[in-house]
């Protein structure tokens, strides 16, 4: 059964942190890299932070150094751990394969997102 649970987000002030955790099923996870995306009202989905198997990771500039993204392969499961946040963080997370499977592939598939909204 392909799954992908997010959760974790929240309402936080600028300058808080919140932790993201994202359950995968194991055909998502496996032995695939995984991603944390983010869509802003009205806007792309964009990639924030990618982790392969192994453990490297890579970031999107605006979130460097403020973000962390981790993954425990024992429970299929991915992290991001966001601190400093900032009122253009607000968005709906969510976490996929990296890349993830386009539109006409019968796999193609997202989880319901996680909302963070940053604000006073």
């Known amino acids: 059964q392909v799954q992908l649970v997010e959760s974790g987000g929240g309402l936080v002030q600028p300058g808080g942190s919140l932790r993201l955790s994202c359950a995968a099923s194991?055909?998502?996870?496996?032995?695939?890299?995984m991603g944390w995306y983010r869509q802003a009202p009205g806007q792309q989905r964009e990639l924030v932070a990618v982790i392969t198997s192994g453990g490297q990771t890579n970031y999107t500039g605006s979130v460097k150094g403020r973000f962390t993204i981790s993954r425990d392969n024992a429970k299929n499961t991915v992290y991001l751990q966001m601190n400093s946040l900032k009122p253009e963080d607000t968005a709906v997370y969510y976490c996929?394969?990296?890349?993830?499977?386009?539109?006409?592939?019968?796999?193609?598939?997202w989880g319901q997102g996680t909302q963070v909204t940053v604000s006073s």
């Open positions: 996929n394969r990296y890349p993830p499977y386009d539109r006409l592939n019968p796999r193609y598939y």
């Open positions: 194991r055909s998502i996870f496996g032995i695939n890299a």
